[in-house]
C-alpha cells in the first residue's frame, strides 16, 4: 500500500504531517526523509497525524524516534496524534508512550505546547 | 498440526505486506480469534519477516524466506525461516528504561520485544543454515471454517520470473 504524506502548514508555528497508510520496513525510509525534509527547512514543532495509519511496525517507530531526537536537538519537539487502539497498542508495548506527546486531535496538539 | 500455507519469498522487503496480507487473512478465515489478536499476528509476522530479510541479505547471495502455518486444534503456528547465519536471541542488548534519556538512542532492535508480547508464545531455532521462528497463538478453528485440511495456499515468486 502507498505511503500517503501530506504537509499541513496551515497552522504556524506547527507543521503538521498527515500520514495515511502502511508504515513498514518498506515505507518507513519515505516517512524520515520527509521528517529530516521538514527539520532541513527549519520546521521545530512538528506534529505527525497517524489517524490515517493502518499499520505500524517497529522500523516506523524507530523514525518516529529519530525525528523526535533530531527536532529535540534544535530545541523543538515531535508530537503525534493518535486515537486507534491498534497503533497506540505499539507505543504502548514499547514504553514510547511516555516519551512521545500523543494528542487526541490536531487542534489539541497544537493549542496546547506545554510539555 | 496441519500445514495450511506455505509462502516462499525473495529477500525484499517490499514483499511483507504481501505476507501480512495473507497470514491475517487466512487466520481469521480459519481460527476462532478476535480481531485484535489478528492485528497481532500481522505485526509479528511482519517483524518476523523483516528480520529475516535482514539476515539473509547480511550472509549475501540470493536468498529467499519460508513462511509456514501449521494449525491444530487448540493452536496455530507460524514460522518465518531465514537461510542468514543464525543468531543468539540472548545477545539483544537490553533498552534502558524509558525514563532514561539513553533510551532515545534506540531507533531499532524494538522488533523482537514486540513481537514477544503480541504472541502466546515466541521461539528462535537458530541453526548454522538459518533461523527459524516459531510463533505460537492459542485458539481453536473457527465455527465457519471450511471442511479443508492439508495444504491450502502455496505461494512462490521469484524475482528471476
Known amino acids: 500500500m502507498e505511503l500517503g ?35 532541513t527547512q527549519g520546521q ?12 505500524l511496525d517497529s522500523t516506523g517507530l524507530g523514525v518516529l524516534v529519530g ?14 496524534v493518535c486515537t486507534q487502539a491498534r497503533i497506540l497498542k505499539v507505543f504502548e508495548i514499547t514504553g514510547l508512550t511516555s516519551v512521545f506527546r500523543i494528542a487526541a486531535t490536531v487542534d489539541e496538539a497544537t493549542t496546547s505546547s506545554t510539555s | 498440526m496441519e500445514l495450511s500455507l506455505r509462502m516462499t519469498l525473495p529477500s525484499s522487503e517490499g514483499y511483507i505486506a504481501i505476507v501480512r496480507l495473507v497470514v491475517a487473512s487466512l487466520a ?11 492485528d497481532d499476528l500481522k505485526l509479528a509476522v511482519s517483524e518476523a ?3 529475516a530479510i535482514e539476515a539473509n541479505r547480511a550472509a549475501g547471495g540470493s536468498r529467499v524466506v519460508e513462511i509456514t502455518l501449521w494449525e491444530g486444534a487448540e493452536r496455530m503456528e507460524v514460522c518465518i525461516t531465514d537461510s542468514g547465519s543464525g543468531f543468539d536471541p ?14 532515545l538512542n534506540f531507533e531499532r532492535g524494538l522488533g523482537i520485544p514486540l513481537m514477544r508480547s503480541l504472541v502466546d508464545e515466541l521461539r528462535f531455532d537458530p541453526t548454522p543454515e538459518g533461523t527459524s521462528v516459531w510463533m505460537t497463538l ?6 465457519d471454517a471450511g471442511d479443508e485440511t492439508g495444504e491450502i495456499i502455496r505461494v512462490v515468486t521469484s524475482e528471476d520470473t
Not at chain 2, 481469521?28 to 489478528?38: D, G, P, Q, V
Not at chain 2, 492459542?138 to 465455527?143: E, K, L, N, S
Open chain 2, 49 to 51: 519477516c523483516t528480520n
Open chain 2, 90 to 103: 540472548a545477545d539483544l542488548p537490553e533498552h534502558p528504561p524509558v525514563t532514561d534519556p539513553e533510551r
Open chain 1, 5 to 39: 504524506l501530506e504537509v499541513d502548514d496551515s497552522r504556524p508555528p506547527y507543521t503538521v504531517l498527515v500520514v495515511k497508510g502502511e508504515i513498514d520496513v518498506y515505507s518507513a525510509p519515505r516517512l524520515r526523509e520527509k521528517l529530516v525534509e521538514l527539520v
Open chain 2, 28 to 38: 481469521a478465515s480459519r481460527r476462532n480469534l478476535a480481531a485484535e489478536r489478528i
Open chain 1, 44 to 55: 521545530r514543532q512538528i506534529v505527525a497525524d497517524l489517524e490515517g495509519v493502518d499499520f
Open chain 1, 67 to 80: 525525528g523526535l531526537k533530531r527536532l529535540r536537538s534544535h530545541n523543538g519537539d515531535l508530537s503525534l
Open chain 2, 138 to 143: 492459542f485458539g481453536g478453528p473457527a465455527g
